[in-house]
């Protein structure tokens, strides 16, 4: 490839002119040493009428690389056979939170977990990544978590439909691919509605709804003390008024409620059922209300509105079923659902 080859103390002047002139191959990088500079260039033209103290060579230029995107990556760095079956695996199973990477590494590639959390330092502003260390459990649906590379830090704010949300990834149940599901939620919402979110982890739920819509007032109730403590923290955050956080069991804290609800929000999937029966006591005709649970793939719709059914039933209380919404895989073939239904 052609280069012009010039002394380095003339070198700024030659590239304003190679770039001015349209000269400059921009796909090649130049190559200096101590004392010279040889730009990559498209064609000689009149440059040695210019610059008389240049030289035309016949050099290799090393090729501008575009960033690899992290699936290249991580290609480069796995072998074939880790490639068949592992490789998916990351590229599904990770999640970013705020400036936090949280990655799923399967146990055969243990050995490369470093390398891979490496590779997702600088992509989408991470940071931290981090390996879940272990499944949610426990009444409070955390996730260990175990640092990998970059600052040491669990901590995070992460930002969704117009808000902040500051939140400890391992010490809360948090998940940014209920997204979606939130902003479904919060267009249904009606000017003046008073809602209630049960089990309302950071406050994500009521923040989501509080500021993006009229609601007069947003209870959220959350049995995890740190859980509870964030809330406050993102309610000051975000500067809203119309909400307010309670931290204990949702079951005693609802009897403690003097209102009564035009929607009530149950994202406890599993357990949520434990709790129907005092939710529907601060209920009242036309409640709406969001039930969460996860279902086989096969048997949605239909056993989820059966579950509804039974339970409203077994509670003397008439629903009407309003629409079951699939919201996020669970397991394989396993989907988290939310039912939605409304008090007859
Ligand atoms: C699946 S998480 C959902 C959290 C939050 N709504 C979100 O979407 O990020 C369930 C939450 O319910 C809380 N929880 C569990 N049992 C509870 C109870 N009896 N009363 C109130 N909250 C409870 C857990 O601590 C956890 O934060």
Known sequence: ?????????????????????????????????????????????????????????TARFPSVQKKQTFKEALVALLTPA??????????SGFDVIGDIAIVEIPPELRKKEKKIAQLLLGYAHVKTVVKKGTIHHGT???????????????????????????????????SPRLAEERKRIAALVKPKEKVLVLFSGVGIYPMVIAHNTSASLVYGIELNPIGHKYALINKELNHLQNIEFICGDAGKEIR????????????????????????????????????????????????????????????????????????????????????????G
């Open 1 to 57: 490839m052609n280069g012009f080859h010039v002394p380095k103390e003339k070198a700024q002047v030659v590239k304003e002119y190679l770039t001015e002139h349209h000269l400059l191959d921009k796909m090649s990088l130049l190559v200096k040493d101590d004392n010279t500079i040889t730009f990559p260039i498209l064609s000689k033209s009149n440059l040695l009428k210019v610059f008389p103290f240049g030289t035309f060579i």
């Open 82 to 91: 880790e490639q068949q079956h592992k490789q998916q695996h990351i590229i």
């Open 140 to 174: 409070y649906r955390v996730q260990r978590m175990v640092h990998l590379a970059g600052k040491r830090t669990m901590e995070t704010i992460y930002r969704e439909s117009g808000i902040k949300v500051k939140l400890n990834v391992s010490k809360v149940y948090f």
């Open 256 to 343: 403690k409620l003097h209102v009564r609800f035009d929607r009530i929000i149950m994202p406890l999937p599993k357990n949520a059922a434990d709790f129907l029966g005092s939710a529907l006591a601060v209920a009242k005709k036309g409640t709406v209300v969001h039930f969460y649970d996860f279902f086989p793939e096969k048997d949605i719709p239909h056993e989820p509105k059966t579950r509804i059914r039974q339970l409203c039933r077994k509670w003397k209380i008439p629903c009407r079923i309003i629409t079951v919404v699939k919201c996020g895989q669970y397991a394989p073939y396993v989907s988290r659902v939310c039912i939605d239904f409304s008090i």
